[in-house]
């Protein structure tokens, strides 16, 4: 049964929990890449569509707020109607350290203004923080809202039935919610362990698909797939992007859809077929 599985892959789980999505922050790992497009310098304006209103998540293995990630970020905001006003959320690590939590603050504002856009990082650690009306009112204004690493059974524990959840889905209607690790895991129905928000019916998000450092990825997949939910196992500094019906990717790496015997690999520029997630 899933439950069965679940069980067995769920020791895994601490150790996203423990390096969230970024483990540059205790270990010496490395990244690679060939990047698509040119780097963008400090500040580079940002060119905004014209088009009728997005219903966008975007959604990475790993590389949040990374020099790696600048390139694809910048496009990734291209796809807003409006000039972005960005939040980021590290609600994921919080009951980790102060100083870790400092950490993601200090890498998220680094990297936005790298990008030339407003941001503002909030700092809400569970679910009472991110249901503050201070919170909700900066909710309400932003078009971009962006989770980071750590415990996806602590994000979604501290995100679903909420206050914030509701101003959540009208972010999604007029800008794009992001997330990497726990943020991504966080968008399919089910997680390695528990439920997730649901944003992707019959899926499992898989987070740090073929990074070395997490070498037990690849153990938890095939557990995974004996089960009934399409795995979508994400690299790092790559989105899977759902904009409305259409399922695409963008990024240096690749997006794989896993199920039984059938294994898809799409990489930058690609369009996926939305049966391949039903």
């Not at 009306?133 to 979604?156: Q, W």
């Amino acid at each position: 049964s899933y439950a069965e599985v679940a069980q067995l892959a769920e020791r895994h789980l601490a150790k996203v929990e423990a390096a969230g999505s970024n483990p540059v922050f205790r270990s010496t790992w490395r990244r690679g890449g060939v990047a698509t497009q040119r780097s963008a310098k400090p500040c580079t304006p940002v060119r905004f569509r014209s088009s009728p209103p997005i219903f966008m998540i975007a959604i990475t293995g790993s590389g949040e707020f990374l020099s790696s990630m600048i390139d694809v970020d910048l496009q990734l905001l291209s796809y807003l109607n409006d000039e972005p006003y960005v939040l980021s959320f590290s609600t994921a690590a919080g009951k980790e350290s102060a100083d870790r939590l400092s950490y993601w603050e200090n890498l998220a504002q680094v990297h936005f203004a790298k990008l030339g856009v407003e941001h503002k990082h909030i700092d809400a650690r569970n679910k009472t923080d991110l249901n503050k009306n201070s919170v909700l009112e900066e909710l309400k204004k932003a078009n971009f809202v962006y989770f980071s690493g750590g415990s996806p059974t602590h994000l979604y524990d501290s995100i679903h039935d909420s206050l914030f959840f509701e101003e959540l889905i009208n972010v999604e209607r007029r800008g794009i919610v992001a997330g990497c690790s726990a943020g991504a895991m966080i968008m399919g129905e089910k997680m390695i362990k528990g439920i997730g928000l649901n944003y992707l019916p019959n899926t499992i998000v898989i987070p740090h698909y073929g990074e070395s450092f997490y070498s037990w990825i690849s153990n938890t997949v095939k557990m995974l797939n004996r089960g009934k939910y399409k795995l979508l196992c994400l690299e790092k500094d790559t989105y899977f992007i759902k904009d409305g019906e259409e399922l695409r990717v963008l990024g240096k790496q690749n997006v794989h859809i896993i199920y039984k015997k059938e294994h898809h690999t799409f990489s930058n520029g690609d369009t996926i077929n939305p049966s391949l997630l039903k």
